[in-house]
């Protein structure tokens, strides 16, 4: 596929430029910020979250990715390698998130509850040769110990120890983490605790999560090297009438502890919107975390596309000029289709997403609202939608060394042709 040439993407770019200038838009401050805001990008696409704790794989229930595409990432090396091509396809300088279950073990048989820094040494010294930060998240799913559907919030005092023990462990690796790449990593907690049918006693399991959090989160740690985050739930496979950690338990905690909330954009009923949440919570919390996925009738974390959800969170964030207090990652797996193509799909309608929202004539907008002048406003909002934001996107590629239009699918099909199609 050809992609614009250098020439015409200048020209074009030129022209975008007086035209949003037009609207109040400086172009050249958007491109600068976009380039400032990295996206942490999801280990589990590359491998359909299967890890490496087992050469057998996962036991204990957990997630489900479907599809059997040819190419899967069978080694952390592997999946390294995959990354750093998805990396070259998506512009701007990006992070890697990676799950406590692609510790590198050297074949010995290390639980949750032991692992260490040290097993995510090789993680951490590609993270420096790249010059990119890692977040991590704790693995509480696919595990003999979460077969009952219950880790932190077990009425088993042993289950709850070794959960416990487990996430101030991965709270270790996180700090050294963050040490070592010199940019601060976040932890994610999200537990899939819950029941499939109605169940008699609701606030005893969350009385014990309330206790296991107040465990791991007794010691802090430096912000500059590791930074706490919970991710709540709405309903899950096997978790559709109550989940432990739902939204309104994690916003209370978080907010009575002072730590970041996780938003995850697949974890809400079907109707509501998360853009709408995002003033509400920038207004009592110093930090934020969105999860980019999509879901199609259900949290099925399908790839991220360039739809109104998307937009819509990306819009609220700018409009409260909040980058400097959000944080974004990328949270989908499909098997069906390649998985560097997935990758480079999501993050890139993602970075779009940012682009349309920082080049939003924000300020005019506003100013015909506080004015009264609603006709205006809604006019405005839809004349804005046909400005040329395609020239503007072109030009970032372009500066950010990556390819402008679908040609980047062109190199993953060569990818795939010369190194993934060599995996069985």
């Not at 109040?24 to 979250?49: F, K, M, N, Y």
């Not at 406590?100 to 995510?120: C, M, N, V, W």
């Not at 709850?160 to 101030?168: E, G, M, T, Y």
């Not at 409260?320 to 990652?329: E, Q």
Request: charged share 25%; glycine share 8%.
């Amino acid at each position: 596929m050809q992609d614009p040439d250098k020439d015409s993407i200048a020209r074009s770019f030129d022209d975008a430029k007086t035209t949003y200038s037009a609207w109040g838009v400086d172009v050249e401050r958007a491109l600068s910020t976009l380039a400032t805001i990295p996206l942490s990008l999801h280990c589990w696409q590359g491998d359909d979250v299967g890890g490496f704790e087992s050469p057998a794989g996962l036991t204990g229930g957990g997630i489900q990715a479907t599809g059997n595409y040819p190419g899967k990432a069978r080694t952390a090396d592997e999946l390294r390698s995959d990354y750093e091509k998805a990396f070259s396809l998506i512009p701007g300088k990006h992070r890697a998130n990676i799950h406590a279950i692609y510790a590198e073990t050297g074949g010995r048989k290390i639980d949750r509850d032991a692992l260490s820094p040290e097993h995510f040494s090789a993680w951490m010294s590609w993270a420096k040769k790249l010059g990119i930060g890692l977040d991590f998240n704790e693995t509480y799913f696919s595990h003999p110990k979460a077969e009952s559907g219950f880790t932190l919030s077990s009425r088993d005092r042993k289950v709850r120890d070794f959960w416990v023990n487990h996430s101030l462990r991965c709270r270790e690796i996180g700090e050294e983490m963050g040490k070592e790449t010199g940019r601060p990593c976040i932890v994610n907690l999200w537990i899939q605790d819950g029941c499939k049918d109605q169940p008699a006693d609701r606030l005893t399991p969350r009385r014990h999560l309330a206790e296991s959090l107040d465990r791991i989160f007794e010691k802090r740690v430096d912000p500059r090297y590791m930074k706490d985050a919970l991710e709540g739930k709405l309903f899950g496979i096997g978790s559709e009438s109550y989940v432990v950690g739902s939204h309104e338990f994690y916003l209370a905690y978080a907010l009575s502890h002072d730590m970041m909330l996780t938003l995850d954009m697949g974890h809400f009923h079907p109707t509501e919107s998360v853009a709408d949440k995002i003033s509400s919570i920038l207004l009592f919390f110093r930090e934020l975390l969105l999860h980019v996925s999509r879901g199609v009738r259900w949290d099925s974390d399908h790839v991220v596309i360039l739809n109104d959800e998307v937009k819509a969170v990306a819009t609220e964030v700018t409009r409260a000029g909040a980058w400097d207090k959000v944080h974004v990652a990328t949270d989908y797996f499909d098997a069906s289709i390649n998985r560097v193509a997935a990758w480079v799909i999501g993050a890139r309608a993602t970075m779009k997403a940012i682009l349309l929202a920082l080049l939003e004539p924000a300020d005019m907008l506003k100013k015909e609202e506080s004015s009264g002048n609603l006709t205006a406003r809604l006019a405005l909002m839809e004349e804005a939608r046909d400005l040329p934001f395609t020239a503007v996107w072109n030009r970032f590629c372009q500066l950010q060394g990556v390819p402008a239009g679908a040609s980047w699918l062109d190199k993953v099909t060569e990818y795939e042709q010369s190194v993934l199609s060599r995996r069985r």
